[in-house]
């Protein structure tokens, strides 16, 4: 069905050129002297753009224009103008204008903007698939022999980039083809890291791991601006995806300046993750350093409540003799209370850290709430639902208040989630934990035969606390997730599909850390 235009000027006779263009280039175009009589056309037919010169008797352009987004909020409209006076321009933009055509108008630039306009999403999409058929080659031979570490961040950018390109497509096959092609990219990523790990976690020579995270990115940072604090948000289970999606919304205000990737240390789990990175230790030096505020996984109460101490004896280690102000979100009275609090925080501190728990807590809740499982059906749901809650959450809230007070702004998260789809019989005691992607316990086995658990026997050559002296971890590869014998079938059921974190993929493991400039 073609495109089907409407312009309104009253000489229209002399743009019978430019009108006979846009026909033989395959629009419809209808044509109106009067904005009275634009406005009944408007009623009688659909109309998928409007082209409205400036200039009319009775009615300007403008005025027109904003009329006919009282009625058609989404209809695209193209102002036509001699000139382009910078008061015009204002006022056009007020009205949401989506273009803007200078006479004499040049067929070219004509059919340009009447492409963009009601086919540039089209051919988006369909420059996107052949983009990514071009691309797929490489990238499955990248895959297949092995990225290097670095490579590995590439390739993980690269796979996220195509997802969420072709996830605005209707091309089925080409989405199943990169389904399969991220499946190659787990299965060789999880026996990268499973054969680097513990030679990563007990040398210095590695790549950037949780603990090494502030004091890379983030302290070096503050105090360099004077009269100002260094103020970093932490979302907690933030997968890079859902960065891109945020960096989008971000970009009326702030540029990114850098935007760091690094590996989340195992377990993939809050416990463990951002007690790390608050510390700048692992997890097996915290609970020596710190045994009173070490929480074992078969212990009751929380498990970060101290990282707020962690942070300071961070910057203790560093001597960097500073005030910190600390704020955990976990309720939306508690999200109230801080944009109330912000301006007297951001002033009485060096460093400010904002902590903000819902994506997880959207991740984990998924299971028990059916409107969840239909909202986070699958990674591209997943994104949606994610940009729905930022935009009205507390955190961008947040985020579109700080330019008044500081000039950059640091964002990271402890960990990522993946979406689990094959479960591993495990056996354990009654103690062992209940987490479907990692567990610690005694007496833990499971069927060798399985490629997809990673079987860490000695802890603490992994730097692990063990809560008993038998105590070893088994972790989940790519998509599997661990699963006892005890009702087997029903917590399959129930878990499969479910987003889990505490493993090892490509979704858990490499996450962001970004510094934003505030636009000025």
């Given at each position: 069905?073609?495109?089907?235009i409407?312009?309104?000027?009253?000489?229209?006779?002399?743009?019978?050129p430019?009108?006979?263009?846009?026909t033989?280039?395959?629009?419809?175009?209808l044509t109106s002297?009067?904005?009275?009589?634009?406005?009944?056309?408007?009623?009688q037919q659909?109309?998928?753009?409007l082209?409205?010169?400036?200039?009319?008797?009775?009615?300007?352009?403008?005025?027109?224009?904003?009329?006919?987004?009282?009625?058609?909020p989404?209809?695209?409209?193209?102002?036509?103008?001699?000139?382009?006076?910078?008061?015009?321009m204002?006022?056009?933009v007020?009205?949401?204008?989506?273009?803007?055509l200078?006479?004499?108008?040049?067929?070219?630039?004509?059919?340009?903007?009447?492409?963009?306009?009601?086919?540039?999403?089209?051919?988006?999409?369909?420059?996107?698939?052949?983009?990514y058929q071009?691309?797929?080659?490489?990238?499955?031979?990248?895959?297949?022999?092995?990225?290097s570490?670095?490579?590995?961040w590439?390739?993980y950018?690269d796979?996220v980039?195509?997802?969420?390109?072709l996830?605005?497509?209707?091309?089925?096959?080409l989405?199943e083809?990169?389904?399969?092609?991220k499946?190659?990219?787990?299965?060789?990523?999880?026996?990268?890291?499973?054969?680097?790990?513990?030679?990563?976690?007990?040398?210095?020579?590695?790549?950037?791991?949780?603990?090494?995270?502030l004091?890379?990115f983030?302290?070096?940072?503050?105090?360099a601006?004077?009269?100002?604090?260094?103020?970093?948000?932490?979302?907690?289970?933030?997968?890079?995806?859902?960065?891109?999606?945020l960096?989008?919304?971000?970009?009326?205000?702030?540029?990114?300046m850098?935007?760091?990737?690094?590996?989340?240390?195992?377990?993939?789990?809050?416990q463990?993750?951002?007690n790390?990175?608050?510390?700048?230790?692992?997890?097996?030096?915290?609970?020596q350093?710190?045994?009173?505020?070490?929480?074992?996984d078969?212990?009751?109460?929380?498990?970060?409540?101290?990282?707020?101490?962690?942070?300071?004896?961070l910057l203790?280690r560093?001597?960097?003799p500073?005030?910190v102000?600390y704020v955990?979100?976990?309720?939306?009275?508690?999200g109230?209370?801080?944009v109330?609090?912000?301006?007297?925080?951001?002033k009485?501190?060096?460093?400010?850290?904002?902590?903000f728990n819902?994506?997880?807590?959207?991740?984990?809740?998924?299971?028990?709430?059916?409107?969840?499982?239909?909202?986070?059906?699958n990674?591209t749901?997943?994104?949606?639902?994610?940009?729905?809650?930022?935009?009205?959450?507390?955190?961008?809230?947040?985020l579109?208040?700080?330019?008044?007070?500081?000039?950059?702004?640091?964002?990271?998260?402890?960990?990522?989630?993946?979406?689990?789809?094959?479960?591993?019989?495990?056996l354990?005691?009654?103690?062992?934990?209940?987490?479907?992607?990692?567990?610690?316990?005694?007496n833990?086995?499971?069927d060798?035969s399985?490629?997809?658990?990673?079987?860490?026997?000695?802890?603490?050559?992994?730097l692990?606390?063990?809560?008993?002296?038998?105590?070893?971890?088994?972790?989940?590869?790519?998509?599997?997730?661990?699963?006892?014998?005890t009702n087997?079938?029903?917590?399959?059921r129930l878990y499969?599909?479910s987003?889990?974190?505490?493993?090892?993929?490509l979704?858990?493991i490499?996450v962001?850390?970004?510094?934003l400039?505030?636009?000025?």
């Amino acid at each position: 069905m073609r495109s089907r235009i409407l312009w309104v000027d009253d000489e229209i006779e002399h743009l019978e050129p430019q009108v006979l263009h846009l026909t033989q280039k395959g629009f419809e175009v209808l044509t109106s002297r009067h904005p009275s009589e634009t406005l009944e056309l408007l009623r009688q037919q659909p109309i998928d753009l409007l082209i409205v010169d400036e200039h009319m008797p009775g009615m300007d352009g403008i005025e027109l224009a904003r009329q006919v987004k009282r009625q058609h909020p989404h209809l695209p409209i193209v102002m036509v103008t001699k000139d382009e006076d910078e008061k015009l321009m204002e006022a056009a933009v007020g009205t949401d204008i989506a273009d803007f055509l200078i006479k004499p108008i040049k067929p070219q630039q004509l059919l340009s903007t009447c492409k963009r306009l009601l086919i540039g999403e089209s051919l988006l999409q369909r420059q996107a698939s052949i983009d990514y058929q071009r691309e797929f080659r490489r990238l499955s031979t990248q895959i297949a022999f092995g990225p290097s570490l670095e490579e590995w961040w590439q390739v993980y950018k690269d796979l996220v980039h195509w997802d969420m390109a072709l996830e605005k497509t209707d091309m089925t096959e080409l989405r199943e083809i990169l389904e399969g092609q991220k499946a190659e990219a787990n299965l060789m990523f999880g026996r990268f890291f499973t054969s680097n790990y513990m030679e990563w976690v007990n040398s210095n020579q590695r790549p950037t791991l949780s603990p090494d995270v502030l004091p890379k990115f983030f302290l070096p940072y503050v105090g360099a601006r004077k009269n100002e604090p260094t103020v970093l948000l932490l979302v907690d289970g933030m997968r890079y995806d859902q960065w891109k999606i945020l960096e989008a919304l971000c970009a009326p205000s702030y540029h990114t300046m850098e935007e760091h990737l690094f590996f989340s240390i195992l377990p993939t789990a809050t416990q463990y993750a951002r007690n790390s990175l608050f510390s700048g230790l692992f997890p097996l030096e915290i609970a020596q350093r710190f045994p009173r505020y070490w929480a074992d996984d078969d212990e009751e109460g929380g498990k970060n409540l101290f990282e707020e101490e962690f942070f300071k004896d961070l910057l203790h280690r560093y001597k960097m003799p500073v005030k910190v102000g600390y704020v955990k979100v976990l309720r939306p009275e508690e999200g109230k209370a801080l944009v109330q609090q912000l301006p007297q925080l951001l002033k009485q501190n060096d460093i400010v850290l904002l902590i903000f728990n819902f994506l997880d807590l959207m991740a984990h809740t998924r299971v028990q709430m059916n409107v969840l499982k239909e909202l986070a059906a699958n990674d591209t749901a997943l994104r949606a639902t994610t940009r729905a809650w930022l935009e009205t959450s507390t955190f961008y809230q947040v985020l579109r208040l700080l330019p008044q007070y500081v000039s950059q702004v640091f964002i990271t998260t402890d960990h990522g989630f993946v979406q689990v789809r094959r479960a591993v019989r495990v056996l354990g005691d009654r103690e062992t934990t209940t987490n479907l992607r990692y567990k610690q316990g005694r007496n833990l086995s499971y069927d060798k035969s399985e490629k997809g658990v990673f079987h860490i026997r000695k802890p603490e050559e992994a730097l692990l606390p063990r809560a008993t002296a038998s105590s070893t971890y088994l972790f989940a590869l790519e998509d599997h997730f661990l699963v006892y014998p005890t009702n087997y079938n029903e917590y399959v059921r129930l878990y499969r599909d479910s987003y889990q974190h505490g493993g090892i993929s490509l979704e858990e493991i490499i996450v962001p850390f970004v510094r934003l400039e505030v636009k000025r």
